[in-house]
């Protein structure tokens, strides 16, 4: 590789044979000398090496910072074409619905069609854009049109309307209005506790205090018994396990043996401490290791309330859903109105592979044809089921930040792969053609000791060794450095890949809008083009 280095036919460091003032002197030093010198031929050479190897890592680096600058501005000129055209799409759509709404006969179709099959996010878009241009709540004119007959009177919401009131209104807001309206009734109480994540939950929890001026902990509290009180309290710290992890074997066995011994004292406080946190994944890991693997049929030995949240805890969220899925019309209208649409499409599919237990044998699709007699309702909630995208303006149903996690994980892909294929004997090979490029000299040139007595000897053994120290010392440095570079080169990789991946998404939404926005209303599309200049992305 041209790394240096001098050798004489024996395969020894060459040193003269006058050293010294005598043979005696000579037979004494040079083995010394030779083992010294054959040190720092070492030494230098895994300098080089690591010379080249950080000089090939920097010479890569350049092209990529330049590969990361231009797709930069691809991803910038990508992402502005796609949010032209989402922000016309969602004006489109709030517009459609503000005339749905305030025709002499309601059109449910456009209203069913957008509002449910929309993301949260582009939901929140189309009510920011609705009150914007109208200067009225989408919610309130949800409210005030879609009522039942009676509702007229009364003020009660029609299926759909309940419906679209859930699918619309913003997650802490709309639990935190459940959390209000059902403080009497622990069952739905229960229900929206065990099925929120830790931030929804929290979110609902802060709309409440501040419309309220009170924890809502504190309410439950002083309407319930002891433990239950105590349980609900400790849920609504927010705590809850989300890594989808259970116990290790040996905790799980632990937190078994716990609970064993609490069932047979009927000791509350154990179960508190247990299940305040408990996520379905851990029930399972501790499930597992109890007795008869029955942990559910020790929980009989409480009632009530109390016995009704322990139960939630180690249910599966699904599993509770389609449990009390077909209550009611309310309990179809909060359940599926307050989920995003994959997580409905997910309960669908619970539901269907457990139909003997939740639907007597019939698909969901199936028993909401059975139950729900209003026509639009039940449009309704089968589109909240479907799997079919066609209607949304991006062709997906993501929420926000899966876009973020699913670009992420492919640069994640793309720069393991970059470890598991990285190939230093390249990098120097390149490394070494950059640094005689620039003009370095890294050639190991032979060491010529001359004539010298005992004296000079120990000398000149000295300073070899300080050579060697100095030349090991900048070799830990440079160790460091292309650690370094390889740190900033594997980023780079995932940069690079994550750049490419949100120039083709942006792009890929920029066609989906293009084709939405055409069948939709072709005529107003192409005058919108007329007037604005091509809405094609770029």
Avoid at 33 to 61: D, M, P
Avoid at 400 to 415: A, H, R, T, W, Y
Avoid at 467 to 492: C, G, P, R, W
Wanted: glycine share 6%; hydrophobic share 35%; net charge negative.
């Amino acid at each position: 590789m041209g790394c240096g280095g001098s050798k004489d036919a024996a395969g020894d460091v060459s040193v003269p044979g006058e050293l010294a003032t005598n043979e005696s002197e000579v037979e004494i030093n040079l083995p010394d000398i030779k083992g010294r010198l054959k040190e720092l031929t070492s030494v230098k050479l895994a300098h080089n090496l690591l010379l080249f190897e950080k000089y090939g890592i920097e010479s890569v680096l350049a092209q990529c910072r330049d590969e990361l600058s231009s797709l930069t501005m691809t991803q910038q000129k990508a992402k502005d074409g796609y949010e032209f055209l989402l922000q016309y799409a969602m004006e489109r759509d709030a517009d459609d619905v503000f005339r749905a709404l305030q025709a002499s006969q309601i059109d449910k179709r456009v209203l069913i069609d957008i509002l449910t099959s929309r993301t949260k996010w582009q939901l929140e878009m189309i009510g920011n854009i609705y009150e914007k241009k109208h200067n009225v709540s989408l919610i309130r004119e949800i409210q005030r049109n879609l009522r039942t007959s009676l509702g007229r009177l009364t003020g009660s919401q029609s299926g759909l309307g309940r419906l679209l009131l859930f699918v619309c209104t913003d997650q802490p807001e709309r639990d935190g209005q459940l959390l209000t309206n059902h403080i009497k009734d622990m069952d739905i109480i229960i229900e929206i506790v065990s099925t929120r994540t830790n931030r929804e939950l929290r979110g609902a929890l802060d709309w409440y205090k501040a419309q309220h001026g009170k924890d809502f902990a504190e309410v439950v509290r002083s309407k319930s018994y002891r433990n239950f009180g105590a349980l609900m309290s400790g849920v609504l710290e927010c705590r809850r396990d989300e890594s989808g992890s259970g116990f290790d074997p040996e905790f799980a066995a632990c937190v078994a043996s716990n609970l064993e011994t609490a069932a047979t004292k009927k000791d509350a406080d154990v179960y508190v401490q247990v299940f305040s946190n408990l996520s379905y994944q851990q029930f399972l890991s501790v499930n597992a290791v109890y007795r008869g693997n029955n942990l559910v049929e020790d929980l009989k030995k409480f009632s009530g309330d109390f016995y009704s949240l322990l139960c939630a805890r180690c249910t599966h969220k699904y599993a509770l859903l389609c449990g009390r899925l077909m209550e009611d019309k309310d309990s179809i209208s909060r359940i599926l109105g307050c989920m995003p649409r994959k997580e409905c499409q997910r309960l669908r599919e619970h539901f269907n592979e457990n139909k003997a237990k939740y639907g007597g044998g019939l698909t969901l699709e199936n028993v909401l044809k059975e139950a729900i007699t209003k026509e639009s309702f039940l449009a309704a909630c089968l589109n909240l089921i479907s799997s079919d995208t066609h209607l949304f303006p991006l062709g997906v149903d993501r929420e926000l930040g899966e876009d973020e996690v699913l670009v992420g994980s492919i640069g994640e892909e793309v720069m393991q792969a970059a470890k598991e294929s990285y190939n230093r004997g390249n990098m120097r090979e390149l490394g070494e053609k950059e640094a005689a490029r620039l003009g370095i000299d890294t050639e190991i040139t032979k060491k010529k000791a001359p004539r010298m007595n005992k004296k000079q000897m120990a000398e000149y053994i000295a300073s070899i060794d300080e050579e060697i120290e100095t030349t090991k010392s900048n070799v830990q440095a440079l160790k460091s450095e292309v650690a370094h570079h390889l740190d900033l080169y594997f980023t780079m990789t995932r940069h690079i890949a994550e750049a490419k991946e949100w120039a083709q998404l942006y792009d890929t939404y920029s066609e989906m809008l293009n084709k939405h926005i055409a069948i939709k209303d072709t005529a107003a599309a192409a005058a919108f083009g007329q007037k604005n200049g091509s809405y094609k992305s770029s």
